[in-house]
């Protein structure tokens, strides 16, 4: 979890509100951007086609650079593109400053691979989980980590669940004062050559109310390849994984419609890197 961000509670909430009154809306207002294919710059669905999907609606969408994204977002309700906007430029800039201490902290230098960062992705992932309902399933969302190299996540109240690698077991993520999570993705762990793990995440329905969740997802651009970095590669630390790109991830998934239990980092590992 991360404080001290400088990220504003009126913005945040904004957001968390610009969320909750599009979720709101009529159905056929938000099905017009409901679609089953992964490259739409805007997309919006209830279903588990995605194999993760439990029991939650979902918007998603591309976010940077924003005056290229802004216009295809919902234009209801009124609130929706200068709340969110105004989060996810300020979700940017603290995943690149996050960044940065992470790549001087593998002793690569916080200026390592610079620009590709700055000219990368940011989708987000908005998300209404419903209120649990007794003798219903629980889980909103099932186990996975997420692709990029970080995830910023802002939620409404408690609901995340991470698995502590350590003792393989769920943990409760707990809801502090203007903290927001961050989760470690599958390209960096890639790019750390296995030093650094990817985080496994699920999302529990909340007994109490219904709950929103806003990942702001950081990447490369689209097309452009991560691979482990060559200076945390020798022969005691031969290569584990496979490049790919974002692009990779969403032919993967495309792929892989019908197989619930797919895993985009596991199909990254090298031969020996599996066995381990």
């Given at each position: 979890?991360?404080?001290?961000?400088?990220?504003?509670?009126?913005?945040?909430?904004?957001a968390v509100k610009a969320a909750?009154?599009?979720?709101?809306?009529?159905?056929?207002?938000?099905?017009?951007?409901?679609?089953?294919?992964?490259?739409?710059?805007?997309?919006?669905?209830?279903?588990?086609?995605?194999?993760?999907?439990?029991?939650?609606?979902?918007?998603?969408?591309?976010?940077h650079p924003l005056s290229d994204?802004?216009?295809?977002?919902?234009?209801?309700?009124p609130i929706y593109r200068e709340?969110?906007?105004?989060?996810?430029?300020?979700?940017?800039?603290?995943?690149?400053?996050?960044?940065?201490?992470?790549?001087?902290?593998?002793?690569?230098?916080?200026?390592?691979?610079?620009?590709?960062?700055?000219?990368?992705?940011?989708?987000?992932?908005?998300?209404?989980?419903?209120?649990?309902?007794?003798?219903?399933?629980?889980?909103?969302?099932?186990?996975?980590?997420?692709?990029?190299?970080?995830?910023?996540?802002?939620?409404?109240?408690?609901?995340?669940?991470?698995?502590?690698?350590?003792?393989?077991?769920?943990?409760?993520?707990?809801?502090?004062?203007?903290?927001?999570?961050?989760?470690?993705?599958?390209?960096?762990?890639?790019?750390?050559?296995?030093?650094?793990?990817?985080?496994?995440?699920?999302?529990?329905?909340?007994?109490?109310?219904?709950?929103?969740?806003?990942?702001?997802?950081?990447?490369?651009?689209?097309?452009?390849?991560?691979?482990?970095?060559?200076?945390?590669?020798?022969?005691?630390?031969?290569?584990?994984?496979?490049?790919?790109?974002?692009?990779?991830?969403?032919?993967?998934?495309?792929?892989?419609?019908?197989?619930?239990?797919?895993?985009?980092?596991?199909?990254?590992?090298?031969?020996?890197?599996?066995?381990?």
């Open positions: 979890m991360v404080i001290n961000h400088g990220i504003s509670q009126s913005v945040m909430d904004c909750s009154d599009f979720f709101q809306l009529p159905s056929e207002i938000k099905e017009e951007f409901a679609s089953e294919d992964f490259r739409q710059p805007v997309r919006y669905d209830t279903s588990s086609k995605d194999g993760i999907s439990m029991s939650r609606a979902f918007l998603k969408h591309y976010a994204w802004i216009q295809y977002w919902p234009q209801q309700p709340y969110m906007g105004k989060y996810a430029v300020e979700a940017r800039r603290v995943a690149l400053q996050l960044i940065e201490a992470i790549l001087e902290g593998l002793g690569l230098g916080k200026e390592y691979l610079n620009e590709k960062f700055q000219e990368g992705s940011q989708l987000l992932s908005v998300n209404c989980y419903p209120k649990a309902s007794q003798g219903a399933t629980t889980i909103g969302l099932a186990p996975h980590s997420d692709y990029g190299f970080l995830t910023i996540l802002l939620t409404s109240c408690l609901g995340l669940e991470v698995v502590d690698r350590s003792s393989n077991s769920w943990r409760t993520a707990q809801q502090l004062p203007h903290a927001l999570n961050v989760h470690l993705g599958d390209h960096m762990e890639v790019l750390s050559n296995g030093l650094i793990k990817t985080v496994v995440h699920r999302a529990l329905l909340n007994s109490e109310e219904a709950r929103i969740s806003i990942a702001s997802i950081h990447g490369f651009a689209l097309d452009e390849k991560v691979t482990c970095a060559k200076e945390l590669v020798d022969e005691q630390n031969p290569q584990k994984y496979k490049e790919s790109s974002f692009s990779d991830f969403l032919d993967h998934l495309t792929a892989n419609m019908d197989n619930k239990q797919r895993n985009f980092l596991e199909s990254l590992k090298t031969l020996g890197s599996r066995a381990e």
